[in-house]
């Protein structure tokens, strides 16, 4: 039932920290969603992110509370649900471990008149003051940022498990197999490797479905030198891997070759920037150069690289963000840091974080390329960049697709560490 072992430090570190003053915590984790057919069943129960790096349940209805005049460490309670009989015989469900929540309005009532911050899901008969919730909220988020060593060695795992799906596909990649086929042989050694769900919905995208960013693997047949784009990653407990390679079925051509060559030096160049103090902003201005640079030397950009990413002309492509944090989730932890804004700049639209990288960040590296219609046919850009882009090129690489390539990477006080190196980055062919 209890999934993650806890450390007590973990706990006793956030009840130091929490800018609570005398008021108390109270953490849902959330209920059940019913399917919408009144099938009496429901949606699989994920309790809540804040809940559940405190307790490590994924228990319906249950409460973590927290009073500092208790102790940073003792002041936590755990409350949770009794389990039913219908849940013992229908779902094999055992009762969880924690103190039974009826106590859980006795311990309301003993600090009746102060103040409540909450977080995680809404609990039922409690109003949380808001701004003290705001406040919380964000301390709670940029505390969560360091990965422990219980959460490191569960990414350990993930990416282990993670490396031996992706060992099935340079095998499986070739003219005629479809995206589905790929993505069940992907997600079954995920499962044989120790893996308990999929991170989030897995990508297979061939050819020019390899530049759909969240493409959904369809039934369509990859054909013969197109690019093979997958995106997936195992989840063990909660903790999530997140990895992009891209293969060519068969042989690549030269400007395939190019294009993969010039988003791979950009994701290993981005990787050795990942040290502490680094701002995450700097090191995706950098990559996006660098991207552009090569697109330079491929002939299909004219220009000066850094200018061309001051005037946004890296979001043709390259519309996305170098990365992002992952860990109990695949973005979790991403945003800014404490005290700052959004960004202004219209070249950092697409970015999903602004801070400086932390000793125990773990973060993903996925510079990309892509030739996306619906961005490269736009008469509005194709205007405002008429002079950056060597338009007849690129009308006829529409077809093609894209490249992404993307590790997760553990920033130590030694340098960065890919937690997924054991899996390989070449094209197929």
């Not at 040290?275 to 220009?303: C, D, F, K």
Request: hydrophobic share 45%; aromatic share 8%; glycine share 10%.
């Amino acid at each position: 039932m209890n999934a993650t072992p806890l450390p007590a430090a973990r706990l006793r570190r956030l009840g130091s920290a929490l800018p609570l003053d005398d008021r108390i915590l109270v953490v849902g984790a959330g209920e059940p969603v019913p399917l919408p057919e009144g099938s009496d069943q429901t949606y699989p129960f994920r309790a809540h992110a804040d809940y559940f790096y405190l307790t490590g349940l994924e228990a319906p209805g249950a409460v973590m509370a927290f009073d500092p005049r208790d102790g940073a460490e003792a002041g936590w309670v755990s409350f949770v649900p009794p389990v039913t009989e219908g849940e013992r015989v229908w779902e094999g469900r055992q009762p969880w471990p924690g103190t039974p929540k009826e106590e859980f309005a006795r311990w309301l009532e003993a600090r009746r008149g102060r103040g409540v911050a909450g977080l995680g899901a809404p609990v039922a008969g409690i109003e949380p003051d808001a701004a003290t919730t705001e406040n919380v909220r964000l301390h709670f988020k940029h505390l969560r940022r360091p990965k422990d060593a219980a959460e490191i060695a569960l990414l350990r795992r993930g990416a282990a498990a993670t490396a031996a799906g992706y060992a099935r596909l340079p095998d499986l990649i070739r003219p005629g197999v479809t995206e589905r086929a790929l993505q069940i042989e992907l997600e079954a050694e995920f499962f044989r490797a120790g893996g308990t769900r999929t991170g989030y919905g897995t990508i297979v995208g061939g050819g020019p479905n390899s530049a759909v960013l969240h493409f959904e693997p369809s039934a369509r047949p990859v054909g013969a030198g197109e690019f093979v784009l997958v995106d997936a990653g195992a989840e063990i407990d909660r903790y999530v891997t997140d990895v992009t390679r891209t293969y060519v079925a068969g042989r690549p051509t030269a400007f395939q070759r190019d294009l993969y060559a010039v988003v791979l030096a950009a994701e290993e160049k981005a990787i050795t920037r990942c040290v502490v103090g680094a701002e995450w902003t700097a090191i995706h201005l950098a990559a996006a150069a660098e991207l552009l640079a090569g697109l330079v030397a491929m002939g299909v950009m004219r220009g000066r690289p850094e200018a061309l990413v001051e005037q946004e002309a890296h979001t043709l492509f390259f519309p996305h963000g170098l990365g992002h944090m992952v860990g109990l989730g695949v973005r979790d932890g991403s945003g800014l840091a404490p005290g700052r804004s959004k960004d202004p700049r219209a070249c950092l639209r697409t970015l999903r974080m602004d801070l400086p990288l932390a000793e125990g960040y773990v973060v993903t590296v996925e510079p990309g390329l892509y030739f996306i219609p619906p961005l490269l046919t736009d008469p509005v850009r194709r205007q405002r960049f008429r002079d950056a882009v060597n338009w007849p090129l690129v009308d006829q690489c529409l077809h093609l697709g894209g490249v992404r390539i993307e590790d997760n990477v553990l920033v130590t006080a030694a340098g960065p560490e890919v937690l997924t190196a054991a899996i390989p980055k070449t094209l197929a062919g």
